[in-house]
């Protein structure tokens, strides 16, 4: 009997070690403070990275383009500046020898009913793009004398980025 109450004594000491270790390990990786000011706001994450994961597949699947750099991995979450914000940003790089027209009509096609535009982006750069309340997608034609362009010069007439914004609620006051 004093051996199984010690064995007892001893299961419930590491359950509540490791219960603690978890703990630990948990309160170390959330932002505590932002996730108890916001909470109101967690219920929407998946959501918000739901629907910023379609965005980004509708952006792989409008070109077989080469993709050259990849930098959508981040995932929506809850920013610190903002009122609650959950939002993201990235970029694609691509590489093509085919017309700027052809591109932007595989954007175009991708992306409808949603209206392209055309976009200047300082002198440089020329750019299409299309927005939502949540949304900000714009592909922006890297001039070849640009320092951005020597990621795939020698090898493709057209370098292009596809920049993308999300926000919820909106971009307007997360980002901008």
Known sequence: MHLLAKRKRLVILAVLLTLGL???IWL????????LRYSH????????QAEYQHIV???GSATEDALLLDEMSEKPRLYRDNVGCIGTQGSRTYGTNRSQEDIEKDY??????????PRRIGPDFKAIGTSTKT???TGVFIDPISPDFSIGKGKYRII?????????PQIFGCFY
């Open 57 to 59: 597949e509708k952006i």
């Open 28 to 35: 170390s990786t959330a932002d505590l403070d932002l996730l």
């Open 135 to 137: 949304t900000d997608v």
């Open 160 to 168: 292009y980025r596809v920049n993308t914004v999300y926000a919820d």
């Open 41 to 48: 706001r967690v219920p929407v994450l998946p959501t918000a």
């Open 108 to 117: 175009i096609t991708a992306f409808s009913p949603m209206v392209w535009e």
């Open 22 to 24: 978890l703990i630990c």
